[in-house]
C-alpha cells in the first residue's frame, strides 16, 4: 500500500521555529493535510494543501510541498509550550475516496 | 456549530463480547468515516459512509462493521472482541466536498 513516513521526534526551544518534515509515495495524492493530538485527545485539522500548490500560510504555520519529491513539511514560527504534540501528516488520493492514509507522527517537545 | 461527537468516551469489555461505538457527525455532514489508533499500528482507516451506503473499506477483518442512519449518525460494531482491538477509535466527518475531515475525541476501548 501507500506509505506517509515521518521522524519520530522533534525537541525545540520556545520562540524558535519547528519544521516537522514528511515523505509520502502515492503519486495521485491530491490533498496533503495536517493534524496534531494532544494527550487523550481526538486529531485536530491545523491545515491542508491541494497538490498543486507548493506553499500555504496560515498565521504561524508554512507548508511547503515538493511534490517532484514527495516532501511535505510544517513550519511553525514562535513555537510555544502549547503546541507541544503529536503532529500526523495525511494525505488523500483521487485513488481511495475519502480515505485517509496517516504518517506515524511527530512528537514535538517544546522546552521552556 | 457542534463538532464531531463520539460516545461513550470510554469502555472495557471482556474477551468475546461485543462493543457498539456511535458518531454523531457536523450537522450537514453526509460523509462519517472511521479510524483505529494503537501505538503499535498508527492510524489505520476502517471504513466510511456517505448517505447510508459504505463508500471505502479498510483491511479489517469482517467483526468490525458499521452502519449510517438517515440523519448521518453512525455506529461501529466490533464482535467477539480480541485483546488486539484495544485501541482508540476515531470517527471523522467530511461535508460532501470532502477537502475537510474533522475529528471527534474518540472513544478509548479496552478488551481485558
Known amino acids: 500500500g501507500e506509505d506517509v513516513e515521518q521522524s519520530l521526534f522533534l525537541s525545540v526551544r520556545e520562540g524558535d521555529s519547528s519544521v516537522i518534515n514528511c515523505t509520502y509515495t502515492d503519486s495521485s495524492s491530491t490533498y496533503l493535510y495536517w493534524y496534531k493530538q494532544e494527550p487523550g485527545a481526538g486529531l485536530q485539522l491545523l491545515t491542508y494543501?491541494?497538490?498543486?500548490?507548493d506553499m500555504k500560510q496560515d498565521q504561524r504555520l508554512t507548508v511547503l510541498l515538493n511534490k517532484k519529491d514527495k516532501h511535505l513539511s510544517l513550519r511553525i514560527a514562535d513555537t510555544q509550550t502549547g503546541d507541544s504534540a503529536i503532529y500526523f501528516c495525511?494525505?488523500?488520493?483521487?485513488?481511495?475516496?475519502?480515505?485517509?492514509?496517516f504518517g506515524g507522527g511527530t512528537r514535538l517537545m517544546v522546552k521552556p | 456549530k457542534a463538532g464531531v461527537t463520539q460516545t461513550p468516551r470510554y469502555l472495557i469489555k471482556t474477551r468475546g463480547q461485543q462493543v457498539t461505538l456511535s458518531c454523531s457527525p457536523i450537522s450537514g455532514h453526509r460523509s462519517v468515516s472511521w479510524y483505529q489508533q494503537t501505538p503499535g499500528q498508527g492510524l489505520q482507516f476502517l471504513f466510511e459512509y456517505f448517505s447510508e451506503t459504505q463508500r471505502n473499506k479498510g483491511n479489517f477483518p469482517g467483526r468490525f462493521s458499521g452502519r449510517q442512519f438517515s440523519n448521518s449518525r453512525s455506529e461501529m460494531n466490533v464482535s467477539t472482541l480480541e485483546l488486539g482491538d484495544s485501541a482508540l477509535y476515531l470517527c471523522a466527518s467530511s461535508d460532501s466536498t470532502d477537502t475537510e475531515a474533522f475529528f471527534g475525541q474518540g472513544t478509548r476501548l479496552t478488551v481485558v
Open positions: 495525511a494525505e488523500i488520493s483521487n485513488n481511495a475516496g475519502n480515505m485517509l492514509t
Open positions: 494543501i491541494f497538490s498543486n500548490m
